[in-house]
């Protein structure tokens, strides 16, 4: 019986002890200075452009294709991304457009416009454009043909550069579209961004510098598609 007592006055004393107010907290010190924020925002970084040899171009470039490696140039470039943030991207372009893609590339990136992604088809399997295209990734120079015909894509000379193809597809006469997964951004109503339309400052980006878009074919249609003859 004494020991309940005990245990209970124990247990009174052990509550009461643990309603005790909290011990008061220090006394404030000043503020640290503030640490440097880390920034939100990469900086921007110039293009850089390195030659290339048939090991870096892999499955894009084969013996037999119209223009062979040492016409060839890797440009790394800052581009807007669909985040809002900048991304450093590459593109493989013929040396004869390399300030040209620089030029365009820079008002792009000005204009905001964003840019998915922007990595070497060899990246792919086979460096098939079909599954690039899904991917939304822009490319320039992949040695093949153009679609339905025997004759080399302007992209085979490292002249022509597709940009968000899954939302700016190509179409052709018969409704045939590519890529496979590019049947929703058919409806050119649609104003994602990335996307392309006539009149829009970054299809002029192009236009006024002499390239050509596809979106301004009768047929094929290939919004996604600009060259540079
Ligand atoms: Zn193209």
Known sequence: MRF??????????????QCAPPPEPPPASPDPPPAPQPSTQAAPRPPTVSPVTAADLGATWRPGCPVGPDALRRVELDHWGVDGRRHRGELVVNADVVDAVVDVFAQLTA?????????????????????????NNTSAYNCRGIPGSDS????????AVDINP????????????????????????????????DGDPAVEAFTARGWRWGGHWRTPLDYQHFELR
């Open 4 to 17: 309940t007592r005990l245990a209970a006055l124990a247990a009174v004393t052990m509550t009461l002890v």
């Open 111 to 135: 204009l905001r416009f964003p840019i998915e992604k922007m990595q070497s088809p060899d990246r792919y399997p086979g460096a098939e454009d079909e599954l690039s295209m899904r991917d």
């Open 152 to 159: 080399w894509s302007l992209h085979a000379y490292g002249r």
């Open 166 to 197: 899954r939302i700016n597809p190509y179409l052709d006469a018969r409704g045939h579209f590519e890529p496979a997964n590019g049947g929703p951004w058919l409806d050119r109503t649609r104003t994602d961004p990335g996307m392309f339309h």
